[in-house]
């Protein structure tokens, strides 16, 4: 049976990806890197972004609030459309499909694509520097750790990290386009 060329590209893309997937889950053999990468899942799971959330109005008064009710308005458009694609794509874990990847902390659903965690830390991130534009090393950092521990921990393919960020930034332009 021939495979077409869309077909044979998928697979390859599946293939390389489950190879980066197979190294960064490999870290975990370290023993400092998954208790970092299990503290930066946890704190992107919402306790960075609200604690993010409640001190911007204490520090910046009115403005801190307006900031805070554009993020907070913004996550619930995030979390709808992170639902409806997670619930529509149905792709499991990699931990749940393959024995060599160990998955290091427990998953907040059964489903992989794409990585909540990711979308959310992109869209609150560019929303924050779009208020506040010095926040931009700490919430770049900050993001770019919350999408790798991700992919070290067993729960997300590359792939579902990347498309997770770009609909993250994809919903933040939009907010950011009609708040302005």
């Not at 893309?13 to 889950?25: A, F, G, P, R």
């Not at 919350?146 to 792939?159: D, E, F, I, K, Q």
Request: proline share 4%; charged share 10%; net charge positive.
């Amino acid at each position: 049976m021939k495979i077409s060329r869309r077909q044979a590209a998928m697979n390859q893309v599946m293939q390389w990806e489950l190879q980066i997937t197979l190294l960064l889950n490999r870290t975990l053999r370290w023993r400092t890197v998954s208790p970092f990468f299990r503290v930066i899942s946890n704190l992107g799971n919402g306790k960075f972004w609200y604690a993010l959330m409640a001190v911007l109005p204490l520090l910046h008064g009115r403005y801190g609030f307006q900031a805070t009710l554009h993020m907070g308005l913004t996550a619930l458009v995030t979390m709808l459309i992170y639902k409806s694609v997670k619930g529509a794509t149905h792709r499991p874990r990699p931990g749940a499909v393959y024995d060599a990847i160990m998955q290091a902390t427990s998953a907040l659903d059964e489903y992989s694509f794409p990585s909540g965690h990711t979308m959310h830390a992109v869209s609150f991130s560019v929303i924050a520097v779009a208020w506040f534009p010095a926040l931009l090393p700490l919430l770049l950092l900050f993001t770019l750790l919350v999408a790798m521990s991700r992919v070290v921990l067993g729960l997300h393919y590359p792939t579902d990290v990347v498309l997770g960020a770009l609909f993250g930034l994809w919903i933040s332009q939009l907010s950011l386009l009609i708040v302005r």
